[in-house]
């Protein structure tokens, strides 16, 4: 008999249809480990619901969480739709899949706003530095000198999708490898706590245009010079925090709005994801040095949610009744009053 996780679900209940993506595309890995992500975390898919937007990455809808709620939006207006239908109701869990060409070209204003809102979703750039489904024209977060086949080099200086979130005070913000299951999925259980807009921006190479070793978003390149800047562990909420076996000042615990923690194993470096100038400046030497930093670039548990700076009630607005939206009439009289 398969296992069950804590709701009593198969790994199966977490999957969806048959991947049509290339063997062995960088997006396939992500995906497997949304599906593991929430099987382990006990989430009920019928809670959940997946957003993209146009892109071999942005069809992630139809192969994971069958059944969940879904919307395959259009190309760069996903954070529109997805604040839409969080609004609506914010019991639901937001999962979106995005690609670089989505988010950082087209979608760049809505990349940007979804941010300063701090809806919270899991937000994921899956980012292979071209434009895979229209077959590999360059994208903006191509690196400077990248030549794609029928294309030519390129001459303009990337987009860093991390950099940009921490301009706009995304409240979380991390990197991964599609090559580094076990960190992609470590950082999509933290991110699917975060209580606001959770950016994950994961080099995800598209292995039939942009997969030539010297490429920075091939798999040998990610393999030969990914950096995490920690080694991570989510614990949840409901699981005791016990002392693991390293030594006093080597971790720090990031508690979330939920009550889980976040242990992060200092390795070389000596890294604080609490501190937006650390952010900042890491980001920059990783650029100028051309290294995969990989880990939580940046986190603000504290920050409010957009549901919060509203004061949004805690129904979900589509299930508030005629009765509860309108106004009684002494209301109604006081609206007017104040405006003469
Ligand atoms: C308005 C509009 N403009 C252009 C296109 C063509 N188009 C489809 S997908 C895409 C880029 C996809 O690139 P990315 O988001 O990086 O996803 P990938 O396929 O690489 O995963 C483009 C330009 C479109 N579908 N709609
Ligand atoms: S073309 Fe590239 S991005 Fe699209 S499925 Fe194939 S490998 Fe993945």
């Known amino acids: 008999m398969a296992r069950t996780n804590a709701i009593g679900l198969e790994k199966n209940d977490y999957k969806g249809a048959p991947t049509t993506l290339c063997q062995g595309c960088g997006h396939n890995s992500i995906l497997s480990q949304i599906i593991a992500a929430t099987y382990e975390m006990d989430m009920l898919p019928e809670d959940i619901v997946k957003f993209s937007g146009i892109g071999c990455s942005s069809k992630a809808p139809t192969y994971m969480l069958s059944r969940s709620f879904g919307f395959n939006s259009l ?4 954070p529109s739709i997805a604040t839409g239908a969080l609004l609506g109701d914010r019991t639901l869990t937001g999962i979106a899949m995005s690609g670089d060409g989505d988010s950082a070209s087209i979608g760049m204003g809505q990349f940007k706003h979804i941010m300063r809102r701090n809806i919270p979703m899991v937000y994921i750039v899956a980012n292979n530095g071209t434009y895979g489904l229209t077959k590999g024209q360059l994208s903006a977060t191509s690196e400077v000198g990248l030549t794609l086949k029928k294309q030519g080099t390129n001459l303009l200086q990337p987009i860093d999708i991390c950099m940009e979130a921490m301009a706009s005070n995304a409240t979380f913000v991390a990197r991964s490898f599609a090559g580094d299951p076990k960190q992609v999925k470590t950082l999509l259980k933290a991110a699917l706590r975060h209580n606001g807009t959770a950016i994950i921006d994961i ?43 390293f030594e006093e000042g080597t971790s720090q615990d990031v508690t979330m709005h939920d009550g889980s923690v976040i242990r992060l194993k200092k390795l070389d470096k000596d890294y604080d994801p609490t501190s937006r100038a650390a952010a900042v400046a890491m980001l920059e030497e990783a650029a100028s040095n051309q290294e ?19 004061g949004m009630s805690k129904t979900p607005l589509n299930r508030l009744t005629e009765t509860d939206l309108r106004p009684a009439p002494e209301t109604m009289q006081e609206i007017n009053d104040a405006m003469f």
Do not use: Q
Request: glycine share 6%.
């Open 292 to 310: 995969l930093v990989t880990g939580l670039i940046y986190i603000d548990p504290e920050r409010p949610s957009f549901y919060d700076v509203m």
């Open 75 to 78: 190309h760069g207006r996903m």
């Open 203 to 245: 080099i995800s190479p598209c292995v039939s245009f942009n997969n030539a070793d010297n490429s920075m978003h091939s798999y040998g390149w990610g393999k030969a010079h990914e950096n995490p800047i920690h080694d991570l562990t989510f614990i949840p909420a409901r699981d005791e925090i016990t002392v693991e076996d």
